[in-house]
Structure formats: structure tokens, C-alpha cells
């Protein structure tokens, strides 16, 4: 990545930023046909054809992030690439020993005095990057190797995209002259996190410094590994000293026509040094010969192209100054237009022809010795200077944004806000005005600064469910796999996805695992249920709340399930004496839950209320003579006196239900005014009066906040006696608009 730097072990960052880094992205990935695919398939990206076609030999690595890279290795298999350790997170035992580059015999090892406590500290909180970082430097100080092993790949497991920590295990192996585990580690690490443009620059100085430059293969290899960083890191906007790196290294080598051909990729691309490239250029094209420089394709047509024009404008100038009544030359017609004497001269298909010349050759062979050398030169910047303005172009448009990357690297701290409205704004553009190539670019520098923000995740499997499936797959294996274990959002999203496509084995066994790996989450368990629902597995649905409800007796959890399922057998089984059945259970064991109650009176009113209406009062009867609270059983006892007025088959009933209310109102109304007056004890005169007044129970009841039902004087205002807008209006107040209000037991993460 473009501003990346390695800080100490010790801290708690993977990268750093130097001061000569202050303005740039992370790293980007392929600059042609850049597409995000599923681990079986090449995705990302293949290096641009040049002439001089010694990148052919090149080889797809599949990385776990979903990208490939043209890696020289032959034969190199990821421990994060496969789809079996990719997809979800692996278990404490299976997180520790991922991927170890070669067999050791871990049990007959004898490793450092402290070793086991710093293993054990980052073991027991895997989640504390600190207890990693300090876990890595003491092996580092140890300069214990297979410790080391231990310890970095048990780290990368679950913190792939700390590319500083690539370096030092590199580093390490190579300290111990391990030149074959050298190597892998820079492979792994460069398929964990391909757009890592350091890294790359520290895998080609590796290559340079300890292969044999006199060997072909070797000289081979390295054109490769360079064609391989170009194409997954040229597009970092701050890519340049990559570039200058490969130009360098040819340079050596003599290839000053593969220097052309680098240039013409990297003027089409948007870096931070974009002119420094366009200046280079033009001194490399005045300083060398041409035909060092340019491909023999490129120069024939450019002489072919100088030559044209000057023999249009030599026979151009001849017609011009033929004198009156003298022959054209051969070759030149007049075409004669009525109502004019101009003559207009024109070439004919035939000219120049072997009547003109001896030979068209020698007329070309002349030409081309007296070519001006100059003009060629001036012909090629002239035709680059279109890319390089439109080039320019591109830089200014997104230059703010670049400006706006403080931080491009991998952290575990917290991103500033403005930073995280920069990214948005970014991939905003990029998706509205960029190409796609560009785009999957961003995204994937966006998610290694961003790696722990679950919004930038699902943003980038939206966009990419769009064009590619297992592209998409692939950013959820990745992000659920490493990045978000904890997350229930994104890991939902993905198992929805699943079920989209239509692999509803794969959408189980991500719920599941999920819930395994965070017991409780009664959402991830609702997706669990619904899931099955919909596939028509009833028995399975059922039998999933009813384990909920086994695994939570004695928390309201419990009882949260029991409303679930009772619904589900009411709505979908259409069982309402079993949809009873369980919430009468459920009362037994939680008598005081209102919601039980509320739930069970949805239940009864849903059936025929003429042949129900004992169940329905038999509900009502049970709630008002439980232990809840007195404003809770004054909305029971309000919708009892409703009932019976819109249902009820006996005046007696419903008369009965009315004094009962009120006696409910006037006790709730005399715990108010206690409170309020200080003390317990009113004048008597102050008693009477509130007795004599008719309206005193119902504006009392109604200031402190329940409402009245049928209270008033009934005589002076027959209205008052079903007051009901009233308490339509206040309603309300009891929250019974939202009876099942299981968003409390969702987790806020």
C-alpha cells in the first residue's frame, strides 16, 4: 500500500506512515480487466500484453481475498485461498494452526521460557491485537524460529492484511537462510493482501538480492514478479516508485523498447507523480535511438505515416506551381464542376504506380534515409500527449479524494469520521462515474484501511452482487472469515445471499455456525426459523423455537420464544388450541410478563368471538388477578369493558366489567394524588369534594397519564359514557401498539 510503513512490533497497528506519505490511498489492484470471482476461478488481474511478450509464462495465484495475481511461482497453494478455510471462522484449535509453511514436529519443540504466556494471553483473547503484537515481538527478540512459525501464523489467520508483519516473517526466515520458506511467506502474504505495493517492492529486492542474475530464469522470474506487481498494484494512486522501480530494473537489462511499452501503461494511469512519468518519457524518447526504443511495428507506421504526409504536400506544392497549359503529374486527375473553370486536383487510386515510378520501394527508401529524426521523435510525444492529457485529467478529478486518505493501512483503532465520509464519498464516484476495474480497485483498498467497518463490507457485496456471484461470495467468505467473526449483520446478509442462490445447505451451515461461534442472538436464531419456514420445513421451524425455549427457561428470552412460536402455529399451522397451549405454558412459568398476556388475547381475538368469547374472558380474568403492575391491569380491564361493549353477550357481564374499571381508575387515581399533595392524609372537606365532583375521576385519572374509559356523568353527557376517543387517543401510553417489541433482545453491535 501506498502509505504504508512498519511501526514496532509492540504497537498496535500493522502499518505506518512515513512523512513523505501524507497525501495517497491504499493499495489498488489490476490495471486491465480487473473482475472479483469465487475461488475457482481467475479473477483479478492479468498483467497488460506488451511487445515484448515475456510475460506469458506467468501464473494465476488465487488468493483468499478474492483477487488473483500473476505470480511467477509455479505450483503454490494459499492456506487462506482454499474455500474450506476461507469461509467461515475457524475454531481457537484450527485459527492456530493454519497454514504453517513446513512440517514441524510442534509437539517435540521446545520453545522459550515466556513463550507460553504471551501464546496464552493472545489464545485466551484472540480479540486483543496487543496481546498479538506482543506475542510477535517477543519471538522476534527470542529469534526463535519455529516459535516465530507458531506465533505469525496463527496471527495471520486472523489479521491477514498486516503487511508489515509479512515483512518481518520474511525477514526472519531469511535471517535463518530458509530460502524456500522465505518465499512462501512473500507468496502468502502477497495472495493475503495483493494490492500491498511495499510488500511487492520488498519481494522483488528479495528476488534481486539472492538470484543469480546470470541465469535466463532467473532474469525470467523477476520480469515476471514485476509484470505481477504492476498488474495487482499499478493502480495505487501512489504507485510511482513501483513504477520507477520496474523502468530501473529494465534499464539494467538494456530493454529500451520494454521501457517504452512501461511508460505507455503507466501515462494511462492516475498516480500521484504523473508528470514526473510524462517528463521521464520524453527524455528517454530524445536521449535513445529510435529504433532502441520503439517496436518495429510502432516505427514503420510512424515513417510510413511522415512519409505519406510528405508526399501529399510534395505533390500538393508540384500541382500548385504546374504553369498554364502544361501536363499534371502522373497520376493527377482534373475533375471538372459544372459552372466553374477551377481545377480541382485529385489523387487516383493508382497513384504512385510503377508508369511513375520505377518503384514504389524506391520512392519509400528515399524518403525514409532523409526522414527527419526529430519529427519521428516529435510524432511519438505528440501522439502520448493525448493519453497523458486525458490522463490528467483523471488525477484532478480525483485528487481531493486521495488527500482525504490519511490512513490507507490496516489498523485495529478507530477511523476519523472524516475519513470514513471520504471513503463513502469515494466509492460514491467511483461506482457513478468510474469503470468497473477502477472500482473493485477502490473497494478492496477501502476494506484493508476499513477491514473492521462491517457498512464498507456490505457495500461491496452489494455492488459486486451486480456483476459477479462469486465475486460477492468471495468478499463475504473474506469478510465474515477474518475480518467480522463477531458481526451478525454481515454474516445474515451473506446467509441470505445463499438462500438467493439457492445453496439453502450452505445458508444453514453459516447460521449455524454463527450462532455456535455467538450464542444468543435471538435474530440470528428468528433468520434460523425463517429459513425453514419458508422451504416449507415446519417440523424444523418448530422445533428450533422450541430448543430456544428449552436452552432460556427462566429469562424473559424464554418467553420472547414462546410468543414466536405460538404466532407461527396460529398464522402458518392455523392450531389455535396449540397456539394456546403454548402460551399457557409460558404463563406457568412467567406469570408476571404482560406480553404473554397481550399475545394470548391476540391469539383469542383472532377466533370467532360468539363461539370464544369464555377463552377471551377467561385471558382477561387471568391477567387482573396476576401480579402486574396496577397500569398494566388497568389496560387489560379497559380492553375487557371494549370487548364486552363491541362483543359481549350479557349486559350483566359488561356492567359488572364497567365497575370493576372504575374501581381500578379511582385506586390508581387516589396513588397519584398522594404524591402529589406531599402526604397521605386529606382534609375531609377536600375528600368530599372530590367524591361530589363528577368529573374529578376522570380528569385526575387522565393528568396522570391513563386514560378514562367510561367515566363522566352519564345523566348531563351521554357521550361520556363511552368515552372511547379518548382512550383511543391515550392508548398509546401502555405501548400496546407494539406488543411484541423483541428489538430489546436484538444485539446492538
Same mark, same amino acid.
Given at each position: 500500500m501506498a502509505a504504508e510503513g512498519l511501526e514496532a512490533a509492540g504497537s498496535s497497528s500493522c502499518g505506518g506512515a512515513g512523512p513523505e506519505r501524507a497525501l495517497g490511498g491504499g493499495s489498488e489492484g489490476g490495471e486491465s480487466g480487473l473482475d472479483i470471482g469465487g475461488p475457482n476461478q481467475d479473477l483479478l488481474p492479468k498483467p497488460p500484453s506488451d511487445s515484448t511478450g515475456k510475460q506469458e509464462d506467468t501464473k494465476a495465484v488465487q488468493g483468499c481475498n478474492g483477487v488473483n495475481t500473476e505470480a511467477s511461482v509455479s505450483g503454490l497453494k494459499d492456506p487462506y485461498a482454499s474455500e474450506e478455510n476461507c469461509q467461515y471462522p475457524a475454531s481457537e484449535e484450527e485459527h492456530t494452526a493454519v497454514a504453517t509453511p513446513v512440517a514441524t514436529e510442534e509437539a517435540s519443540l521446545s520453545y522459550p521460557l515466556e513463550f507460553e504466556k504471551y501464546w496464552k494471553a493472545a489464545q485466551e483473547n484472540p480479540h486483543d491485537f496487543t496481546a498479538?503484537?506482543?506475542?510477535? *515481538?517477543?519471538?522476534? *527478540?527470542?529469534?526463535?524460529?519455529?516459535? !516465530? #512459525?507458531? /506465533?505469525?501464523?496463527?496471527?495471520? !489467520?486472523? $489479521?491477514?492484511?498486516?503487511?508489515? $508483519?509479512?515483512?518481518?516473517?520474511? +525477514?526472519? &526466515?531469511? #535471517?535463518? +537462510?530458509? @530460502?524456500k520458506e522465505t518465499e512462501e511467506v512473500f507468496e502468502r502474504g502477497l495472495q493475503s493482501i495483493p494490492l500491498s505495493m511495499d510488500l511487492w517492492i520488498h519481494y522483488i529486492s528479495y528476488l534481486q538480492a539472492t538470484l543469480d542474475m546470470n541465469l535466463p530464469e532467473s532474469i525470467q522470474k523477476i520480469h515476471s514478479v514485476f509484470e505481477s506487481a504492476v498488474a495487482a498494484a499499478g493502480m495505487d494512486f501512489r504507485s510511482d516508485k513501483l513504477w520507477e522501480m520496474y523502468v530501473e530494473w529494465e534499464k539494467e537489462q538494456g530493454d529500451l523498447k520494454s521501457i517504452t511499452a512501461i511508460y505507455d501503461r503507466v501515462l494511462s494511469t492516475p498516480t500521484q507523480l504523473y508528470s514526473h512519468h510524462w517528463e521521464k518519457f520524453k527524455e528517454h524518447v530524445m536521449s535513445n535511438s529510435l529504433k532502441d526504443i520503439l517496436s518495429a511495428e510502432e516505427l514503420l507506421w510512424l515513417q510510413s505515416k511522415i512519409t505519406t504526409e510528405a508526399v501529399q504536400k510534395s505533390v500538393e506544392t508540384e500541382v500548385e506551381e504546374v504553369p498554364p497549359g502544361e501536363d499534371l503529374p502522373p497520376g493527377v486527375e482534373v475533375k471538372p464542376e459544372t459552372g466553374a473553370d477551377v481545377q480541382v486536383p485529385r489523387f487516383s487510386a493508382s497513384y504512385p504506380n510503377d508508369a511513375d515510378f520505377d518503384s514504389y520501394s524506391e520512392l519509400t527508401s528515399a524518403v525514409r534515409g532523409d526522414l527527419d529524426q526529430d519529427k519521428i521523435r516529435e510524432l511519438v510525444i505528440s501522439i502520448r500527449q493525448q493519453v497523458y492529457t486525458q490522463n490528467e485529467a483523471e488525477v484532478s478529478k480525483r485528487w481531493n479524494f486521495e488527500e482525504g486518505i490519511k490512513r490507507p493501512y490496516f489498523h485495529v483503532k478507530p477511523l476519523e469520521r472524516a475519513q470514513l465520509k471520504n471513503w463513502r464519498d469515494y466509492l +460514491?464516484?467511483? %461506482?457513478?462515474?468510474?469503470?468497473?476495474?477502477?472500482? %473493485?480497485?477502490?473497494?478492496?483498498?477501502?476494506?484493508?484501511?476499513?477491514?473492521?467497518?462491517?457498512?464498507?463490507? %456490505?457495500?461491496?457485496?452489494?455492488?459486486? &452482487?451486480?456483476?459477479?456471484? /462469486?465475486?460477492?461470495? @468471495?468478499?463475504?467468505?473474506?469478510?465474515?472469515? $477474518?475480518?467480522?467473526?463477531?458481526?451478525?449483520?454481515?454474516?445474515?446478509?451473506?446467509? !441470505?445471499?445463499?438462500e438467493k442462490q439457492g445453496d439453502l445447505e450452505e445458508a444453514r451451515r453459516i447460521l449455524k455456525s454463527y450462532e455456535e461461534s455467538i450464542p444468543g442472538l435471538a435474530m440470528v436464531r428468528l433468520r434460523r426459523v425463517s429459513l425453514e419456514r419458508r422451504h416449507g420445513n415446519l417440523e424444523a421451524a418448530e422445533a428450533l423455537l422450541q430448543e430456544a425455549i428449552r436452552d432460556n427457561e427462566g429469562m424473559p428470552l424464554a418467553s420472547f420464544y414462546a410468543i414466536k412460536l405460538a404466532r407461527q402455529v396460529l398464522k402458518v399451522q392455523k392450531n389455535l388450541i396449540k397456539a394456546r397451549k403454548v402460551l399457557m405454558e409460558a404463563l406457568e412459568k412467567d406469570p408476571e410478563n404482560a406480553k404473554l398476556y397481550t399475545n394470548l388475547l391476540e391469539i383469542e381475538f383472532s377466533a370467532d368471538v360468539r363461539q370464544n368469547e369464555g377463552n377471551t374472558m377467561n385471558c382477561f380474568e387471568r391477567a387482573l388477578s396476576s401480579g402486574l403492575p396496577e397500569e398494566t391491569k388497568i389496560v387489560f380491564s379497559q380492553r375487557r369493558v371494549e370487548f364486552l361493549e363491541d362483543f359481549g353477550s350479557s349486559i350483566h357481564s359488561l356492567l359488572t366489567a364497567y365497575d370493576e374499571h372504575q374501581k381500578f381508575l379511582k385506586h390508581q387515581m387516589t396513588r397519584k394524588r398522594a404524591p402529589e399533595n406531599g402526604c397521605t392524609d386529606e382534609p375531609e372537606d377536600k375528600k368530599l369534594r372530590a367524591e361530589d365532583s363528577p368529573g374529578m375521576v376522570n380528569s385526575a385519572v387522565t393528568t396522570a397519564g391513563i386514560p378514562p374509559l367510561m367515566g363522566g356523568d352519564m345523566s348531563t353527557n351521554p357521550a361520556a359514557a363511552y368515552n372511547y376517543s379518548t382512550w383511543y387517543q391515550n392508548y398509546g401510553v401502555y405501548g400496546y401498539q407494539n406488543p411484541w417489541n423483541y428489538s430489546q433482545y436484538y444485539s446492538q453491535s
Open positions: 498479538w503484537t506482543e506475542l510477535l *515481538q517477543y519471538v522476534e *527478540q527470542e529469534n526463535h524460529i519455529f516459535a !516465530a #512459525r507458531k /506465533a505469525f501464523n496463527a496471527f495471520f !489467520a486472523r $489479521y491477514p492484511y498486516c503487511y508489515g $508483519y509479512w515483512k518481518k516473517y520474511a +525477514d526472519m &526466515e531469511r #535471517r535463518f +537462510d530458509f @530460502s +460514491d464516484y467511483e %461506482i457513478t462515474n468510474g469503470s468497473h476495474e477502477r472500482t %473493485i480497485v477502490l473497494f478492496e483498498r477501502c476494506v484493508i484501511a476499513c477491514a473492521l467497518y462491517e457498512e464498507f463490507w %456490505i457495500k461491496y457485496t452489494k455492488y459486486l &452482487e451486480n456483476h459477479t456471484v /462469486a465475486g460477492a461470495r @468471495s468478499v463475504f467468505q473474506r469478510a465474515c472469515g $477474518y475480518h467480522l467473526p463477531r458481526k451478525p449483520n454481515i454474516h445474515l446478509l451473506w446467509a !441470505a445471499f445463499e
